[in-house]
């Protein structure tokens, strides 16, 4: 499922996002620049092959290189949410990357939106298992929100407030207009997509309107206030149905403009912060990790470790096993090493 927004005020300018998902373990990557890398291809001539321009953060739960947010030293971020009304173009002559990959690649090669926005149409995304829709900013406070209709990419860059759940932009926004005249403690706080949208829309504005001198803590409030919770119902298709229960397992602020990021997560909600500017990109050649799911508080970008092939083993034996059935044993032990043919030019 999951919720993005963008906010700012004079200090800070920040993207949020709530991850909602069956589970919540995960990693937190540090990737090193001038990483020569290529793109998981089983058509080896359609292969794409890089190496990293930017250093950057990324968490992910599938596997490194497969993240689901992050933010490089430039101070590009960007977020996906999961989109049900969404295609992913058609296969055509195009190198492709998947749909999380293409994160990771974003974030390797660009610094700005407008960089982005400029070389989007040069690759296509292919699904593997999801269709997902994106929203991207950076340093200056420009913020995009990216998504798939019909197989054509749709560019979302005059928004007066730029939030997104899983519909499309336009169908969200004519929805939540029909509330307009309602209080916020009068709107639905349901958790499906088109009323989250609407109360994340409306807490976004009542930010421009009110603004805090604590933006980061009130960027955690709204995303506490549109979380996925969970519940007795939940349980219990679960219990029954044998039906995974979707609730908010993390919770994510790019203090963009201030190259820090803070998270929580279901079982742990203390704070905790990462300074990407600690991390030293110009010396650092080799990647870092930190599991997301750790019981630490506070700082914690000295807590990083050298990444091993073992980290990336946790997340994916554990991910993949409720869909081993998509994807096969022998892929996801090729997912587990990939990344170690990846070597520092």
Same mark, same amino acid.
């Given at each position: 499922?999951?919720?993005?927004?963008?906010?700012?005020?004079?200090?800070?300018?920040?993207?949020?996002?709530?991850?909602?998902?069956?589970?919540?373990?995960?990693?937190?990557?540090?990737?090193?620049?001038?990483?020569?890398?290529?793109?998981?291809?089983?058509?080896?001539?359609?292969?794409?092959?890089?190496?990293?321009?930017?250093?950057?953060?990324?968490?992910?739960?599938?596997?490194?290189?497969?993240?689901?947010?992050?933010?490089?030293?430039?101070?590009?971020?960007?977020?996906?949410?999961?989109?049900?009304?969404?295609?992913?173009?058609?296969?055509?002559?195009?190198?492709?990357?998947?749909?999380?990959?293409?994160?990771?690649?974003?974030?390797?090669?660009?610094?700005?939106?407008?960089?982005?926005?400029?070389?989007?149409?040069?690759?296509?995304?292919?699904?593997?298992?999801?269709?997902?829709?994106?929203?991207?900013?950076?340093?200056?406070?420009?913020?995009?929100?990216?998504?798939?209709?019909?197989?054509?990419?749709?560019?979302?860059?005059?928004?007066?407030?730029?939030?997104?759940?899983?519909?499309?932009?336009?169908? @969200?926004? !004519?929805?939540? =207009?029909? %509330?307009?005249?309602? /209080?916020?403690?009068?709107?639905? *706080?349901?958790? $499906?997509?088109?009323?989250?949208?609407?109360?994340?829309?409306?807490?976004?504005?009542?930010?421009?309107?009110?603004?805090?001198?604590?933006?980061?803590?009130?960027?955690?409030?709204?995303?506490?206030?549109?979380?996925?919770?969970?519940?007795?119902?939940?349980?219990?298709?679960?219990?029954?149905?044998?039906?995974?229960?979707?609730?908010?397992?993390?919770?994510?602020?790019?203090?963009?403009?201030?190259?820090?990021?803070?998270?929580?997560?279901?079982?742990?909600?203390?704070?905790?912060?990462?300074?990407?500017?600690?991390?030293?990109?110009?010396?650092?050649?080799?990647?870092?990790?930190?599991?997301?799911?750790?019981?630490? @508080?506070? !700082?914690?970008? =000295?807590? %990083?470790?050298?990444? /091993?092939?073992?980290?990336?083993? *946790?997340?994916? $034996?554990?991910?993949?096993?409720?869909?081993?059935?998509?994807?096969?044993?022998?892929?996801?032990?090729?997912?587990?090493?990939?990344?170690?043919?990846?070597?520092?030019?």
């Amino acid at each position: 499922m999951c919720t993005t927004f963008t906010m700012k005020n004079n200090e800070h300018f920040l993207l949020g996002q709530n991850y909602d998902f069956y589970y919540g373990h995960g990693l937190i990557v540090v990737s090193p620049r001038g990483l020569s890398k290529f793109s998981l291809s089983e058509e080896e001539e359609k292969r794409l092959h890089w190496i990293s321009k930017y250093g950057n953060v990324t968490f992910t739960q599938f596997g490194r290189e497969l993240p689901m947010s992050g933010m490089n030293e430039n101070g590009l971020a960007i977020a996906m949410m999961f989109h049900e009304d969404g295609e992913l173009p058609a296969i055509d002559e195009r190198p492709s990357l998947n749909e999380l990959q293409w994160i990771q690649y974003q974030l390797d090669h660009f610094g700005t939106v407008k960089e982005v926005i400029k070389h989007l149409e040069e690759v296509r995304i292919e699904k593997s298992i999801y269709t997902l829709h994106y929203t991207v900013c950076d340093v200056t406070g420009e913020t995009v929100l990216i998504e798939f209709i019909n197989g054509k990419a749709n560019v979302i860059d005059q928004a007066t407030y730029y939030m997104i759940t899983n519909t499309s932009y336009e169908r @969200s926004l !004519e929805y939540a =207009n029909q %509330f307009a005249n309602q /209080s916020i403690q009068q709107l639905s *706080r349901k958790t $499906n997509s088109l009323d989250r949208f609407t109360l994340v829309y409306r807490l976004i504005e009542q930010v421009y309107q009110k603004p805090s001198p604590n933006a980061v803590e009130q960027a955690f409030s709204i995303l506490k206030e549109v979380s996925i919770k969970p519940s007795m119902q939940g349980m219990w298709n679960w219990i029954g149905k044998r039906i995974p229960h979707t609730f908010t397992y993390w919770s994510i602020v790019f203090d963009v403009n201030n190259f820090i990021i803070y998270f929580k997560d279901q079982k742990n909600k203390n704070i905790r912060q990462i300074s990407l500017q600690q991390f030293g990109f110009a010396h650092l050649d080799h990647a870092l990790s930190l599991p997301i799911d750790n019981r630490l @508080s506070g !700082e914690v970008t =000295n807590n %990083f470790t050298p990444y /091993s092939t073992k980290d990336n083993e *946790r997340i994916i $034996n554990i991910s993949y096993k409720p869909i081993s059935h998509q994807i096969s044993k022998a892929d996801q032990k090729e997912l587990i090493t990939y990344p170690d043919q990846f070597y520092h030019v």
